[in-house]
């Protein structure tokens, strides 16, 4: 017989398949409606538990999170359940399909086949961003975990949303409990008693991130997973080192996906470190979801299409599944430009403005970002990565096409000028929107610049393009 539940309005909501768990409870989609329930496991009376989920709930509907990929509870159950109603986006699967595979699965193309490198990327980088969000809003998650982020069941698309609401809570309020999901629970949480916080959240999501990205737990080595549960426990209260520690190798793991550092960029692999190390006592020591968010984002701009098995690989690095060795790639590098330079020195003087040519060599300083170009692949520029400061950083400012050889076409599809300008500053060519223009890669001259801004004498972003092959550049 179909399971059913009761809101307090008096509707019958017919229960579909589950989609995830947490520490509090279970949630199920509703069938044939874009509605999730949670119920809540109960411990004690009805009635309390009632009364603390309504008052939890009040609170998060006053909260600003209109505009985030979080689940809005629009309704409690009706006894003797206790829960609540939420609202569901179309075509969600729980996040653990993409950690957990199947039993006896090909570990390798089942990870391929669902995705890959890059779509779990993708998937970490928007989570982090949310959870980001939240904590400069001043609130606290709670419970990141693998059963409270769903994400698109189509291979091709990334979208994350966030299931459990009632665990949401503003970082000053002392009263509630912590809450977490064993595994993924911060050390303070677990050991200390002490309450949720950004950077318990932080702990939880590097946790997720390195489950997601090498299909194994951090903290669950060869002994652990084929020994007794009172190892797994030791495991989840952290009273063993994580699986990849610095110099304690004594819980190392072969589980998982094999070379986990060809995976990471030196940024990422930095914060597992500093996270599940010098962070697991210090909380302050840990890299925060903002500082997760840039250096994910960064890692997917870096990410190529592999031409032998379609897997993905970082830009001058052998495929990590099939090892073939690259062969020459194109990578944007993002510079900021503070000032003046030579090639607008004429443009300065013709308009007679002495004070704006002063220091007119101008210098350029690395943002510590590549974006990695497929070839026949455009990829797409924004505001992330052309703007000083952007309020919307996923706003297309440009698109970048590669032939494979030589020649880069370059569109603007925002709304300001753009400006190319090519290495030995002999060429600039002002890009209205709408435009394109195609430029030659030269070996003999420095890299062609694709400058964000009309003013070349006012500070500004830009890319550099070059073509880099396993030895650096190739000019």
């Not at 400069?136 to 982020?149: C, E, F, I």
């Not at 797994?232 to 952290?238: I, S, V």
């Not at 004070?355 to 692949?377: F, L, T």
Request: net charge negative; charged share 25%.
């Amino acid at each position: 017989m179909e399971s059913t539940v009761r809101d307090v309005r008096g509707r019958t909501l017919p229960l579909a398949e589950r989609l995830g768990h947490g520490a509090e409870g279970v949630v199920n989609r509703v069938r044939d409606s874009p509605l999730a329930v949670k119920r809540l496991f109960l411990r004690g009376p009805r009635s309390h538990h009632a009364a603390l989920l309504d008052e939890r709930l009040r609170a998060v509907a006053r909260m600003p999170i209109e505009d985030l990929p979080v689940a809005r509870p629009l309704v409690m159950l009706a006894e003797p359940e206790i829960g609540y109603v939420m609202e569901l986006l179309d075509d969600m699967v729980p996040l653990e399909k993409q950690m957990l595979p199947p039993y006896e699965v090909e570990l390798i193309s089942w990870y391929l086949a669902t995705g890959g490198l890059r779509r779990r990327l993708r998937v970490l980088a928007r989570l982090a961003t949310t959870l980001a969000a939240l904590h400069a809003r001043g609130m606290v998650y709670g419970d990141p975990s693998p059963g409270n982020v769903l994400v698109s069941e189509p291979l091709d698309q990334d979208q994350i949303w966030l299931v459990d609401p009632d665990n949401l809570a503003v970082e000053s309020d002392g009263s509630r409990p912590a809450v977490y999901t064993p595994g993924y629970g911060a050390p303070e949480l677990v050991s200390r008693g002490s309450r949720t916080s950004t950077l318990s959240d932080a702990f939880a999501f590097a946790v997720l991130a390195h489950h997601t990205l090498f299909v194994a737990h951090p903290f669950v080595g060869d002994d652990i997973e084929d020994g007794p549960v009172e190892l797994e426990e030791a495991a989840h209260t952290y009273r063993v080192p994580w699986i990849d520690h610095s110099h304690d190798r004594s819980n190392t793991s072969t589980m998982g996906l094999p070379g986990r550092d060809r995976l990471l960029t030196r940024t990422l692999g930095g914060y597992f470190r500093a996270t599940f190390e010098d962070g697991l006592c210090a909380p302050v020591r840990r890299p925060s979801c903002a500082d997760w968010a840039t250096a994910l984002w960064q890692a997917v701009d870096a990410t190529l299409t592999c031409r032998s098995c379609s897997g993905h690989r970082f830009a001058a690095r052998a495929c990590p599944w099939c090892g073939t060795t690259p062969g020459n790639d194109l990578v944007c590098r993002v510079w900021l430009h503070a000032g003046p330079d030579i090639f607008s020195l004429a443009r300065a003087s013709d308009a007679a403005d002495p004070e704006r040519v002063m220091g007119a060599q101008g210098w350029s300083i690395p943002a510590g970002e590549v974006v990695a170009i497929d070839s026949g692949r455009p990829f797409e520029l924004t505001a992330r990565h052309g703007e000083i400061r952007s309020d919307d950083p996923h706003r297309p400012l440009s698109t970048v096409s590669w032939d494979g050889g030589r020649r880069v076409r370059v569109t603007n599809v925002g709304v300001r000028p753009l400006l190319l300008v090519s290495g030995d500053r002999q060429v600039q060519r002002r890009l209205p929107p709408g435009r394109d223009a195609e430029v030659e890669l030269r070996p003999d001259v420095p890299p062609w610049r694709l400058c964000f801004t009309s003013d070349p004498l006012s500070p500004h972003r830009q890319v550099t393009f070059d073509v880099v092959g396993p030895a650096g550049a190739v000019r």
